[in-house]
């Protein structure tokens, strides 16, 4: 860990405007979603003002909606600030349960061998050949019985498919870490397998999964528009959801009312752009075949030598 | 030379080591030890269900360690002396035989037949140094984790006692002032430093059986010294006992009260030091020791060296493994189809110009790779193929290959060369040393 | 049975021509904290049919001494000074056209054959790519006669011409380096650690081929090793390399017998061999080479440091016995510094090496 944050420190040339310009983006994101009830000004779901006074339908960006309404009603600045709270919910959601699922089962089926590790291979390859939208949709049906159509239940649906990226690199980095000689002196000081993953192979195993985790949260942006866009995702009323809203607005667009499409559509490609850029920042830092370290040219000094003596050139 | 502790006696009137009564004079007998490996096929055999290939790591040792000495295991790569070291701690399995360990304080165990807890256990009393320090210590654990994880692991010591026995052994093995220390990482330390830290993170168990696989070939020349020096000064303090695992015969000699030449999977020679160099008696020995480049401006470089390598372990030569390299081979040492074959190659090789003509007549050399007493070869008539042979045999007469063979019959369009078979010869006593050759029988 | 490789060895005659020469080499590479002096400033000559011994403890800029030579250096690296082969200064040749040297005039043979023979290409597809690297004209016919006259010299029969990488052992692999570093004849060789991934007895053989090389191939044969026991037997001169620079050279049997410089008298006394009677070591590690301590580089660690090796740095000067050391206890001890003062020659305080500064 020391090392991992003295390294992203450290970057050094493209690699750091890449991880700088993706993570301010990322981190204005973040701030909508912290402080939406502070900076929107109205609810998610709201089509009336204070005063009861209904907002109109598609109305166009200006003093009173400051990006216009769609054409539920409801205010559209309002709307784009809200669904990066709930994007950023599913994301972190998503993301930090396929990580605490693949990464320990990868450890552990990289470790044992054996049986257990052919079945969950051969489990993981499977899931992994399934198309992941398709993935997603499925679990989203399925989830909708017992969960409705939450966010929870949308985080859910995309754990299934990120799981198995965790579980491949880590088992992969497992297996030829378990051959490391300072596997084989734990053992010779007596440690248990289940210390030796703790405490020797998780550390040296874990290197990759940030860029993993940073590139799948990009990529699990747009499966959460994708199946809000085909309305399998979260429901309107439930929150914000900028597929959605994206979807809806369509047939507005090619009517020329073009607001309500924009500004979901743009918060989406931004954020995705923000997340990849973090990734690929983070995979140009953190892996060696890839990092280039800029090297000032070498400049001879001259040499400051006694000069009282001659030198002998030898025979 | 260091006073090396003697090796004591049955009478239990043992000073230093700390370790209590019912000693036995061996530490550690092992008996008839087999350690086999299966060879993962590649994908195709199995798909098409070929049997495994099995190597023999180690193939019928038997050796005793006995308490206080360093006893020298040397050999090549792939001659079995570090898969040995290994199944003394249980690392790698047996397969055959038995190892027993004469635990000073807690009687008699089976090493061979431990398994679980219990093995992790015997990890308190017999410990293991490396050979590449940089790889035998975790990368993201500091001095400090790493070398009071062992304390850690059997609940020995936690807190501040903990830290005070890290201090402690720390100090021993020279890592002082040990505040400089604690904290860093392998990443930050030199070669020597950190097979110091290994080194302290083997005896802070205070264990009495230390296996040392090749401690300072990794090291500069210049620290080399320095960590032996280390090594016998805490075998001193701590009445350890050492397993020395090591190709370097220079080492060895200065090092070692015993040594055991080992040389694919087998003992082939074990006696006292001084006696080994004095008067080696198994060729490989000799050859070894001849092959040493010492730091002597008035040596000259070897020239008559076995040629050759280690042979495949999965399909070790028939009889003696060492004699299609030996330069004292006799008629029986077991010779084979495959050693026909590298006498040919040798043959083309000296003589290029006969190759195109000759390999014409002799044929595909294939047939003769699977180790068989009996070899065909041959397709250009009988006749001319045993004319070929004779040339050859002319060429060099004291090859020794051609006093194992029996008979030479025509066989199809070539010969058939028949070969005395012969077994893989036993350790015998040979004045104060054992070897396993034909030319020491019984 | 005994090695087939060849052993009728004709006698090296007097040195021939000089084939490659260094005067004030220095190849510096950069790092982040600046540069690294891993050869500073190093002179020496190299003659037809010649084997110099290059020795040193890792880290002392041997092996970046070998690649600068060749020119297969690193980004970021340069050199200076000047270096001849056969007269004509490398340094200032355009980098196509020292390109074109290797291979040809300059061989290179590596500790890890393996990693450069590729594992899809027969050995006679090696050969064959070899030679037309540098002569596109060459007939098969050719390549196959010359190809296996030097396989018959590395003691590789022709069975096995055909054959790829991966069905050779370690020695017979190493064999084939350098049999296609020699198949192009070059006149200057430099050998890095050929032989510290092999077993005693193949480490024994492939010495000998390169021993046997001056007489065979009239080779110059640079051979870097950690092994002193190697350079004693194989080598005619020696050179002892400490921080960058060479710090003593001349005739190997003059140096191990009577070394000049305390450093080479502690590695040859560091060194394990089958006549040690005590162990004995260097203290200390070999300094960073982005800032080496002033004055001599090796006085923190030297047991007959004067006050003077802290403050000036020594020059090379010729000894009785003809070798060549930059010291100024051994210019001392043999009369050739009397210009030192009093207080110069007074021995240098030690400073409190930790037991466990060491490399």
Redesign the interface.
């Known amino acids: 860990m020391r090392n991992l944050l003295r390294q992203i420190w450290n970057t050094k040339g493209l690699a750091r405007w890449i991880l700088l310009t993706g993570t301010i983006i990322t981190v204005v994101f973040v701030v909508f979603a912290l402080f939406a009830p502070w900076i929107a000004p109205f609810d998610f779901n709201q089509t009336r003002d204070a005063s009861g006074v209904k907002f109109e339908k598609l109305g166009s960006p200006g003093a009173g909606h400051l990006l216009g309404t769609n054409d539920q009603f409801f205010d559209i600045f309002s709307r784009v600030i809200w669904g990066a709270r709930t994007a950023l919910e599913v994301v972190l959601l998503s993301v930090i349960l396929s990580v605490a699922i693949g990464v320990p089962l990868g450890l552990v089926s990289g470790f044992l061998g054996g049986w257990v590790d052919r079945v969950l291979v051969f489990v993981m390859d499977a899931i992994y050949t399934v198309p992941y939208l398709l993935l997603a949709i499925i679990f989203a049906f399925m989830l909708n019985d017992k969960l409705g159509s939450g966010i929870v239940a949308a985080a859910l649906s995309l754990v299934a498919i990120y799981i198995p990226q965790y579980f491949r690199v880590v088992r992969n980095t497992t297996v030829s870490a378990r051959e ?3 596997v ?9 397998p289940t ?1 030796i993953m703790r ?2 192979l998780f ?2 195993v874990v290197q990759s999964v940030p860029v993993i985790g940073t590139l799948n949260a990009a990529d699990a942006v747009g499966t959460l528009a994708a199946l809000g866009f085909l309305g399998l995702g979260i429901q309107p009323n439930e929150a914000s959801e900028w597929g959605y809203d994206l979807s809806r607005a369509l047939d507005d667009a090619q009517a020329g009312v073009w607001w309500p499409a924009l500004w979901p559509g743009l918060a989406i490609i931004l954020l995705i752009t923000a997340l990849t850029l973090v990734g690929e920042g983070l995979n140009e830092t953190l892996n060696p075949a890839l990092r280039r370290r800029r090297l000032r040219k070498v400049q001879f000094t001259d040499r400051v030598r006694t000069s009282d003596t001659e030198e002998v050139a030898p025979r | ?1 260091p006073t090396k502790p003697e090796t004591l006696s049955n009478d239990g009137s043992g000073q230093g080591g700390g370790h209590g009564a019912g000693r036995h004079e061996n530490v550690l007998d092992v008996d008839d030890l087999a350690v086999h490996f299966q060879l993962q096929g590649g994908a195709l055999s199995r798909l098409l269900g070929l049997q495994a290939r099995v190597v023999k790591a180690v193939d019928g040792v038997s050796v005793q360690l006995r308490r206080g000495e360093v006893l020298g295991l040397v050999g ?2 792939g001659s079995g002396k570090t898969t040995l070291g290994r199944a003394l ?1 249980g ?1 790698v399995p047996a397969s055959g035989g038995r190892i027993t360990y004469h635990s000073a304080s807690k009687g008699d165990r089976r090493v061979s037949e431990m398994r679980g807890a219990e093995l ?5 009393d017999l ?2 140094v ?3 320090p940089h ?7 500091t001095i400090e984790e790493a070398v009071g ?2 304390l850690v ?2 609940k020995i010591a936690s807190g501040r006692a903990l830290r005070m026995q890290v201090a402690e052994a720390l100090e021993r093995v ?4 040990v505040e ?2 604690l904290s860093k990482y392998p990443s930050d330390l ?4 950190k097979q ?1 830290a ?1 080194i302290a ?2 005896i802070i ?1 205070n264990p009495e059986v230390l296996v040392a696989d090749e401690p300072v070939s990794m ?8 960590i ?2 280390l090594m ?1 000064d805490l075998k001193q303090e701590m009445g350890l006992t050492y397993v020395y695992i090591t ?5 060895a ?2 090092f070692c009260d015993r040594i055991a030449i080992m040389y694919l999977g087998r003992i082939v020679e074990i006696g006292p030091t001084e006696e080994i ?1 004095a008067n080696p008696r198994h060729p490989y020995t000799k ?21 050759g ?2 042979p495949d372990a999965a399909e070790p030569p028939l009889g003696c493994s060492f004699h ?4 004292e ?1 006799v008629a029986g040492c077991g010779w084979e189809s495959r050693d026909l074959r590298a006498l ?3 043959h ?3 003589k ?1 110009e006969a ?1 195109d003509d000759e ?1 014409a007549l002799i044929g595909d ?1 294939d047939g003769l790779d699977r180790p068989s007493t009996t070899a065909k070869v041959g397709k250009g008539g009988a006749g001319e193929v045993r004319a070929l042979l004779d040339r050859i045999r002319a060429e060099n007469p004291d ?3 051609w006093s194992g063979v029996r008979g030479i019959e025509p066989a199809g369009n070539g010969v058939e060369v028949q070969f005395q078979p012969a077994d893989s010869p036993q350790l015998r006593r040979a004045g104060s040393v054992d070897v396993a050759c034909v030319l020491y029988p019984e | ?4 490789v060849e ?1 009728r060895v004709t006698p090296v005659d007097a040195p021939g021509a000089t084939v490659l020469e260094a005067r004030d080499l220095r190849v510096w590479y950069a790092t982040d904290r600046g540069p690294v002096r891993a050869v500073d400033g190093v002179t020496f000559e190299l003659h037809e049919g010649e084997i110099l011994g290059l020795v040193g ?2 880290g002392c800029g041997k092996s970046t001494l070998g690649r600068g030579l060749i020119g297969l250096l690193p980004e970021g690296s340069a050199r200076d000074g000047e270096l001849r082969f056969r007269g004509k200064d490398m340094l200032k040749l355009k980098p196509r056209e020292q390109h074109a040297m290797r291979g040809r005039d300059l061989g290179m043979i590596f500790q890890e054959p393996l990693t450069r023979l590729n594992p899809l290409m027969r050995i006679s597809e090696h050969f064959s790519e070899t030679l037309k690297t540098h002569d596109k004209s060459i007939s098969k016919a050719e390549i196959e006669r010359r190809s ?2 030097v ?2 010299v590395m ?6 011409f055909h054959a790829y990488p991966h069905e050779f ?4 692999r190493q064999r084939l380096m350098i049999a296609l570093t020699l198949v192009l004849r070059p006149p200057f060789v430099v050998a890095d650690e050929p032989t510290t991934a092999l ?7 492939i ?2 081929i390169l ?1 046997d090389l001056r007489a065979n191939y009239r080779t110059a044969l640079l051979l870097i090793t ?9 080598c005619d001169r020696v050179a002892v390399m400490y921080a960058g620079e060479i710090v003593e050279i001349g005739d ?3 140096v ?2 009577r070394p000049k410089h305390p450093y080479t008298r ?3 006394r ?13 203290d200390g ?1 070999p300094p960073d080479l982005v800032e080496p301590p002033p004055g001599c580089h090796f006085h923190p660690r030297c047991p007959d440091a004067m006050k003077v090796c802290a403050t000036r740095h020594p020059v090379l000067r010729q000894h009785d016995g003809g070798s060549t050391a930059q010291c100024w206890a051994a210019d001392l001890a043999d009369g050739l510094a009397d210009d030192l003062t009093e207080t110069e020659r007074t021995p240098l305080p030690r400073e409190e090496i ?3 500064d ?2």
């Open positions: 490391a000689t300072y084989e002196a734990a053992r010779a000081i007596g440690a248990k210390t405490k020797y550390g040296n | 030379m090549e790569s701690l690392l992790r256990q015997l990890r308190t410990q293991m490396f050979q590449d790889a035998a210590l975790n990368p993201s654990m994880h062992p692991i059997h020279g890592l002082s002032p400089r220390f030199s070669g020597g430093q110091r290994v993170r083997a168990l090291l500069d020349m210049s620290v080399r010294a320095k032996l020096q016998l190709h370097d015969l220079a080492s000699k200065y160099f050859a070894l020791l001849k092959a040493i480049p010492e730091p002597d401006p008035d040596r000259m470089v070897p020239r008559d060296l076995p040629r390598e280690i299609p390299r030996c330069s081979a040919l190659e040798e083309w090789t000296r290029l190759y390999k050399l090859e020794p290959l | 049975m005994t090695e087939i052993d403890e890792s296996l006259e396989l018959r003691g590789i029969p022709p069975t096995r052992s370690g020695g017979m077993d005693v007895l193949v480490e024994a053989q010495i000998r021993h950690h092994n002193l026991g190697i350079i004693a037997e194989a190997a049997r003059e191990f017998s502690e590695l040859l560091a060194t394990i061999s089958l006549r040690t009677t005590g162990l004995n070591y260097i590690a930790a037991v466990a060491e490399a």
